[in-house]
């Protein structure tokens, strides 16, 4: 029997990794809903896999909000409000405020543009932002989706704090899940969606702080309006 490090140990958390991944696609995609409810056997038999690695992801998806345990019952899809979005983006937007504030400022944690390596990883950076502005002009959100939180995760670990990375990232999906929830009741969103990433790219090679953070208080903004504009009418 393999140990802690074997290679039994091994395949089940690349397995749960895998499972939680596919999961985690199914919701941003929208084909998850909130009340839709699922038990672990059921995913298990989804996916032809023993219980154990489908346990572990389906709580490692509630401990990052995206899903919620129904006691006694399974799992649903966390419902978000617009409390909850408008929550989300002051979060997101105090951390990211920070990080663009301190360009300019000659400090030794911004990324420096004339660096060869920070110069390829920001041209990594912007292609990803050129496929996401095609999808937002498109109105395909789930593509946008894919390219948006592989930008934001680059360009975040340019700043080289691994925690700044996991925090953005894990806020920018939950954001995404929200707004998947309430863009659902819409219908054309075709040039609704914002995608000035590359624009955004810019900012940070110029050093302009002011302009990137206008840049992401608009983005916030206008996903915000989408958001109000999809909540479900109070009776």
């Known amino acids: 029997m393999p140990g802690p490090t074997g290679n039994g140990a091994v395949t089940r ?21 909130p009340e839709r409810e699922f038990t672990v056997k059921e995913i298990a038999e ?4 023993s219980a154990t690695p489908v346990r572990e992801a389906l709580v490692d998806l509630s401990a990052q909000g995206l899903l919620e345990a129904d006691q006694h019952r399974g799992f649903h899809v966390r419902e978000y409000s617009v409390t909850d979005f408008r929550g989300l983006i002051q979060a997101r937007g105090l951390v990211i405020d920070g990080m663009f504030h301190a360009l300019g400022r000659g400090r030794a944690d911004v990324p420096d543009p004339g660096d060869p390596r920070t110069a390829a990883a920001l041209a990594g950076v912007r292609r990803r932002g050129e496929e996401a502005q095609r999808a937002a002009c498109a109105g395909d959100v789930t593509v946008l989706i894919g390219y948006d939180l592989r930008f934001w995760r680059e360009l975040s670990a340019l700043f080289g704090n691994p925690y700044l990375v996991d925090f953005l990232h894990r806020t ?5 899940v929200c707004v998947v929830q309430h863009l659902r009741r819409l219908t054309d969103l075709r040039g609704r969606l914002w995608g000035r990433h590359t624009e955004l ?3 940070l090679v110029a050093r302009d702080g002011e302009h990137a953070r206008a840049l992401i208080a608009e983005c ?8 109000e504009q999809g909540a479900p009418e109070r009776p």
């Open 172 to 176: 920018r999906v939950q954001s995404w």
């Open 13 to 33: 958390s690349t397995l749960r990794q895998q499972i939680a991944d596919a999961l985690r696609d199914e919701v941003l995609a929208g084909r998850l809903q």
């Open 220 to 227: 916030s903004a206008q996903a915000l309006a989408l958001v």
């Open 201 to 203: 790219v810019d900012a």
């Open 46 to 49: 989804q996916y032809g896999v």
